[in-house]
């Protein structure tokens, strides 16, 4: 706007003085002959009046232009003020621009910083995850793989029978003639890879060498190859296990691409076969797989040929198996042995872990008896679990 009003001035100091120079009166030497009094060119022409108003006229463009010149010096004094302030402004957004190009370089700098500790923190993360898995299962996992692929467990030493897994004698997994809770002595797969104490295998399978697609007799009863193949121990021993103690539930499951995943229970019972094998027990539930049993307590077993569950379908018949079905979606570890992806709910599945449409490849559901409390004043230690109460992903180890 300054620049605008300075130009003008210039303009109008250029037209005043060419205006100046139109209309001022010029003055002129005088004649030889000099005018007389009595009879002056002006009083002759009668131009007093016009002399006095261009008097006038030129005395207000002399106070024009020197108005105008007073203006012209404050406008160029402040034009060279605004001169030194663009100066001053180039030069602070100069250093602004260095100051935000130095600040945006640290940002990065910190941003590449930051992602470094992430992914530090996510590889400690990981690695701590699997620390936790190779403490507790890589080791007894990878053992009991390689017992499974390698060699069958040894049998029973001739007519030698075993109270219980528990029996001090029994020192390595295998199978034992034991007496257990059973009206009879039984084979049992006995499994020591998880201290503390062992796992009495009710149900075992890894190759689909039996059929599970059987009736109700058969699951009562028990069937199978019990020299480490699969088998199914029968929901009578079950029940005389179970009923006999406090018994934990350990559920082992591997898909085809060798992820190994598992389910615990603190509690698990069932009742007898008078009720139909209910579920009386089942809680204190955790690990990776989730929890697919679902809220099952008091819930009747099931096979196609006698209808128990609580859905409006045969679930038996429409999954092809036998269990505690309280729906037909939530698992079905007694399911066809199917491989992978089954486009349906007849395979072995376990919902939370892979889905009802995948068949998995193994399965292996343990008890094991609790320890009795100890009757002190001072309360007894926790005992060490299996596994730690932790959601982890093993990975790709195999058991």
């Not at 003008?8 to 009166?25: E, K, R």
């Not at 006038?56 to 302030?85: F, Q, T």
Request: proline share 4%; charged share 20%.
């Amino acid at each position: 706007m300054k620049l605008i009003v300075l130009v003008l001035a210039v303009g109008c100091m250029a037209s005043l003085s060419f205006a100046n120079d139109a209309i001022a009166p010029k003055f002129v030497k005088p004649t030889s002959k000099p005018l007389r009094h009595g009879g002056s060119d002006i009083d002759k022409c009668g131009c007093h009046e016009i002399v006095a108003k261009l008097k006038k006229v030129e005395a207000n463009l002399l106070k024009l232009i020197l108005n105008l010149r007073n203006k012209y010096g404050s406008v160029y004094s402040e034009l060279l003020d605004m001169k030194k302030h663009v100066k001053s402004v180039s030069w602070y957004v100069g250093q602004t621009s260095e100051t935000g190009q130095s600040i945006n370089e640290q940002l990065l700098s910190s941003s590449i910083s930051l992602a470094q500790i992430m992914h530090s923190i996510r590889d400690l993360t990981i690695n701590q995850q699997r620390l936790v898995t190779k403490t507790f299962l890589t080791e007894s996992i990878l053992a009991l793989e390689k017992r499974h692929e390698e060699y069958k467990p040894p049998a029973p030493e001739g007519d030698v029978v075993y109270t219980s897994c528990d029996d001090a004698r029994i020192t390595q997994t295998g199978t034992y003639l034991v007496q257990d809770a059973f009206a009879e002595p039984a084979k049992v797969v006995c499994v020591l890879d998880f201290p503390p104490g062992a796992f009495t295998v009710i149900q075992n399978r890894q190759d689909g060498s039996t059929d599970f697609y059987r009736g109700y007799s058969d699951y009562r009863s028990g069937f199978g190859e019990f020299d480490g193949g699969d088998y199914w121990l029968g929901l009578d021993r079950i029940h005389n296990m179970t009923s006999s103690g406090d018994y934990e539930l350990f559920v082992l499951m591997e898909d085809f691409e060798r992820n190994v995943s598992f389910a615990r229970y603190d509690n698990f019972a069932i009742g007898s076969g008078n009720d139909f094998y209910p579920i009386t027990k089942l809680d204190g539930f955790y690990g990776p797989a989730g929890d697919s049993y679902g809220p099952v307590v008091g819930v009747l077993f099931s096979a196609y040929d006698l209808d128990l569950d609580n859905s409006e379908s045969n679930c038996a018949v429409s999954n092809r198996g036998a269990w505690w079905y309280t729906d037909c979606g939530n698992s079905n570890m007694n399911g066809l042995y199917l491989k992978g992806v089954s486009g349906g709910t007849t395979g072995m599945f376990w919902k939370t872990f892979r889905g009802e449409n995948y068949s998995l490849k193994k399965s292996r559901m343990m008890v094991r008896r609790k320890p009795l409390p100890i009757s002190t004043t001072t309360a007894a230690p926790e005992t060490t679990t299996m596994v730690p109460e932790t959601t982890m992903n093993p990975g790709t180890e195999t058991y």
